[in-house]
């Protein structure tokens, strides 16, 4: 079996810990959502943290949009109106990669 990239969480235990990690940060994300992420996760490759970048909308006067990138990436894995929203989602992806690098950091100096 291989193993995931750096900083990358397994696709197997991604939607079920991401979506646990957003509700730990207050957000309740739809389906569609959850399944946005689970589906754009794994095509924004580095080891960049991600951020929230603020866009104007092409729809209506005055009005945002958040993105949630990987370091100087412009390929989203999340967008919302809602900056809070926008924010969960980033510190669980943050949280979650930092889980895994941890995890693997221990597994390799337990085998060494």
Known sequence: MLAAPP???A???FPDRFRARVE???????????SHVGEWYPRCHGKDDWNVRQYARATGLGAREYRV???GSTQDVYRSSDLD???AVREALNEL??????ADTTAQNSSS
């Open 7 to 9: 900083h990358r969480v």
């Open 85 to 87: 929203h926008a924010a």
């Open 11 to 13: 696709p197997s235990d």
């Open 24 to 34: 730990l940060q207050g957000a309740i994300l739809a389906a569609e959502e959850l």
């Open 97 to 102: 990669e930092s889980q895994e690098c941890r």
């Open 69 to 71: 990138v990987r370091g």
